[in-house]
């Protein structure tokens, strides 16, 4: 069931969020969303469609994340009870149906989806993430060439959770939680200037960006080149970091703790 592919679209909220609605491949019309900040734009885009809510994945807490859950499902034309809400067991997500862990099967047999949890802590110390059907939806712990920043989290636990989402099939579509791809560009090339993916990857970003379509999904296989918070071990980065620390860094997760303060100024 995981492999078979399925049809996923972004639903803007806030200024850069996306919410993403997954169309279930066993129900015509019905849709799940993934995380729900904002009720408005998603209820619209179920009335422009015609398609219904079918049930709602949420990655972690956060406000923007979870916030049009309840107006949803007021809203929704299915009996409340029939929409599952899954999420991480965390008492700051009160909407739950289910509870998802890592290492679980999501499964959603009516609707033809299934989903494994990993749980990926670092943004929040809940934070998971749903892969499936050859998709990532990973919240705010990986962006397009970048990552979430360490709210609650360690170096050492989010490069443990970054390490998972990298180990994970190269041609995995990733779907992050914010349209952040070019400014996080322009950090990555200045970590890694000579970074050939890169350059190509921020041209190519910056023409789908002019004409406001989203850089999202990503590929895993790109990640892989680009994102500095998943070349850690790279040569070229590791200097980097140890050029900003002034001081010689060896371990990956030194690397990235750098690599991520570096970021939380870098304007
Ligand atoms: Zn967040």
Redo the contacts with the bound molecule.
């Keep these: 069931m995981s492999n078979q592919p399925i049809a996923v679209r972004p639903v803007g909220a806030f200024t850069d969020n996306y919410v993403w609605l997954i169309e279930a491949p066993r129900r015509p019309g019905a849709v799940v969303a993934v995380d729900p900040g904002e009720a408005g734009p998603v209820q619209a885009e179920l009335d422009r469609s015609g398609h219904s809510l079918a049930g709602i994945l949420l990655t972690?807490h956060?406000p923007?994340?979870i916030g049009g859950v309840r107006e949803l499902l007021d809203r929704a034309s299915a009996p409340r009870a029939s929409i599952p809400v899954i999420g991480p067991d965390d008492p700051r997500i009160p909407v739950l149906t289910r509870t998802a862990r890592d290492g679980e099967r999501c499964e959603l047999p009516d609707l033809g989806l299934g989903f494994d949890i990993l749980h990926v802590p670092g943004?929040?110390l809940s934070h998971i993430a749903f892969w499936g059907h050859g998709a990532l939806f990973c919240?705010?712990t990986l962006f397009s060439a970048g990552c979430?920043r360490m709210?609650e989290g360690t170096p050492v636990q989010m490069t443990a959770s970054l390490n998972r989402l990298r180990s994970l099939p190269q041609e995995t579509k990733v779907y992050c939680?914010h349209e952040y791809t070019a400014a996080n560009l322009r950090f990555a090339l200045t970590v890694e200037p000579e970074n050939r993916a890169a350059l190509e990857y921020q041209e190519s970003v910056a023409q789908l960006r002019a004409r406001d379509t989203p850089s999202l999904p990503s590929r895993m296989s790109l990640e892989i080149r680009v994102n500095p918070f998943l070349r850690c071990d790279v040569p070229a980065v590791r200097a980097a970091a140890s050029a900003r620390a002034g001081r010689a860094l060896e371990e990956a997760a030194d690397v990235f703790g750098v690599l991520r303060a570096w970021k939380d100024q870098f304007r």
């Design positions: 972690h956060h923007d994340h943004h929040t919240g705010d979430g709210f939680g």
